[in-house]
């Protein structure tokens, strides 16, 4: 039997983002030397000690992945140093934004308008776009 969500939160299934054996699961993407040592450190850096959810100043900040579409080659703009207190609302507002996105059309309007061929980087911009002027 096929995994019905092979593919929805490892996009990287069958493709090898970084080097090194690819993840089989996000812990082992966590642990992997390019994320502690490329990624999530940028981050961290980036944020300069402040949360980028509420903006408090603290020592203990995580790095939230505001998307997993590309879980394992990650862009900058996909992830968010935060809080502890401020991580799992962030969490809750991934999940309702991923949950509100399979229920506004985009999904479709990507397999009509792309035929079946992997979208660009700004299909959802697109959609949004066109969605508003209809």
């Known amino acids: 039997m096929s995994d019905p969500f092979n593919g ?7 493709k090898q983002p970084s080097p090194g054996p690819r993840p089989s699961s996000y812990e082992a993407r966590m642990r992997r030397p390019d994320w502690m040592e490329h990624y999530r450190p940028r981050i961290l850096k980036r944020a300069g000690g402040c949360c980028e959810a ?23 703009d996909d992830l968010q140093a935060v809080c502890r207190p401020c991580h799992p609302r962030a969490d809750k507002e991934r999940a309702m934004r991923s949950r509100s996105r399979a229920s506004d059309g985009f999904e ?22 066109w969605r508003d002027e209809q």
Do not use: I, M, N
């Not at 929805?8 to 069958?14: A, K, M, S, T, Y």
């Not at 603290?58 to 879980?71: G, K």
């Not at 308008?113 to 959609?127: I, L, S, T, V």
């Open 8 to 14: 929805f939160l490892f996009p990287w299934e069958g």
């Open 108 to 129: 479709e309007w990507c397999d009509a308008f792309y035929e079946g061929k992997e979208p660009p980087d700004d299909a959802e911009e697109r959609f949004y776009r």
């Open 54 to 76: 509420c903006g408090t100043r603290t020592r203990c900040l995580e790095v939230h992945h505001l998307t997993y579409e590309r879980l394992g080659g990650e862009r900058d």
